[in-house]
């Protein structure tokens, strides 16, 4: 079964809402985004997705811009040291992508939020949700995600991508 929709309201939780309802089957994250902000408590959907990371053992992949802000940095060493992530950061990102991998499911969320509490509840933003219980292109949607994943890799492979903030 797939299926995609239009998320205009609160983009970031409906991902780490689908995470943490699939957290006992994820396989691997993928967080592709400028920015992130710190954790603001139990239902923050940044902790969300670490719980949901967590439970499972998940791999985590997060490729974002070097921290120059402390909300930044500290969002990132929360991260790290709950999760140990492979975190890269690309000075020129721009993309905003989520993807979840799981036994069984996959989704994908592509829109203009970046992982940030004003993207999630105050911006006016925008994002396209694909959900296909099917790995293989057997239609488009299951087609679209798997290209998402390829892309998601390519941006943790480009020469821009580093490991350190240097």
């Not at 802000?69 to 140990?84: E, F, G, I, N, P």
């Not at 509840?121 to 390829?150: C, G, H, P, T």
């Amino acid at each position: 079964m797939s299926s995609f929709d239009i998320v205009s309201e609160g983009p970031l939780s409906c991902f780490s809402q689908v995470a943490f309802a699939n957290r006992h089957r994820l396989r691997r994250i993928w967080l592709i985004t400028p920015w992130v902000t710190e954790i603001q408590g139990r239902d923050d959907f940044l902790s969300m997705i670490v719980e949901a990371s967590a439970a499972s053992k998940a791999e985590m992949l997060v490729l974002t811009r070097p921290p120059r802000d402390s909300w930044h940095l500290k969002a990132l060493q929360v991260l790290k040291t709950a999760l140990k992530p492979v975190v890269l950061y690309n000075p020129s990102l721009h993309a905003k992508l989520y993807i979840l991998e799981c036994n069984g499911f996959r989704y994908a969320l592509m829109g203009s939020a970046n992982l940030t509490r004003r993207a999630d509840r105050d911006n006016v933003e925008l994002a396209i949700e694909f959900r296909s219980s099917y790995e293989s292109r057997v239609d488009k949607i299951s087609s679209m995600i798997q290209e998402l994943i390829i892309y998601a890799g390519s941006l943790f492979a480009d020469e821009n991508a580093r490991i350190t903030e240097s």
